[in-house]
């Protein structure tokens, strides 16, 4: 019987044909990016959740810069997505027939959400901006009252800016927690991703039981 040298043989050779973490970021940071400028332009990726997976698995590795590294890509792209989402918007605004972008911001805000966001943006200005990011649900109708209010594409962007390294820097903490709980990647994946789909699920259950 050679089951126990055969069964050393397949583990030293899983080991050996695992990816390495250089292989890891170089298809994992790209990954990331692509997934949250997708999200940032089409709100149906839930990017929370992306971010603080990757945080969980940096959090994990040995290189000393990949958190740094995970924060730097979620709030780029978060950061370009919502640009280039705004810009859209405002090409609709300009146009006599409008455009498909500008349809679906107003598809996905309320009108009742987005008089409540138009007040509070005259009032607070670039803060309510800034927060919009952290309250899930909360980006979309922000951005129609600043297109509503005219606000130009360079004033967005200032605001926009902090904003977008808050929400990475939130969700990376949620991770990095995640991770921090558990010896395996997955299982910190597992408790990130469930934190961030009942903050995000927050907000809907509040209005029901109103």
Excluded: K
């Amino acid at each position: 019987m050679r089951w126990p040298a055969s069964a050393a043989a397949l583990a030293v050779t899983a080991t050996s044909t695992a990816p390495p973490e250089s292989t890891q970021q170089a298809i994992g940071y790209p990954s990331l990016f692509l997934l949250v400028l997708t999200g940032a332009l089409v709100p149906v990726v839930p990017t929370g959740a992306l971010v603080s997976s990757a945080a969980v698995v940096a959090f994990h590795q040995t290189a000393p810069f990949s958190l740094a590294l995970v924060f730097v890509t979620a709030s780029l792209a978060a950061f370009l997505g919502d640009a280039a989402l705004y810009w859209l918007g405002r090409r609709g605004m300009r146009s006599r027939n409008g455009s498909r972008w500008l349809e679906a911001i107003r598809a996905r805000a309320p009108a009742e959400r987005a008089a409540q966001a138009r007040g509070r943006l005259a009032e607070h200005g670039v803060a309510v901006l800034v927060l919009s990011r952290l309250v899930p649900a909360g980006r979309i109708p922000v951005m129609l009252a600043c297109l509503m209010a005219e606000w130009p594409l360079r004033r967005f962007v200032r605001g926009n800016l902090p904003a977008c390294l808050a929400w990475a820097a939130t969700y990376q903490v949620i991770g990095i927690l995640g991770g921090s709980l558990f010896e395996e990647p997955w299982e910190g994946v597992v408790v990130a991703v469930g934190l961030t789909v009942a903050i995000s699920a927050m907000p809907g259950v509040v209005r029901r039981l109103r």
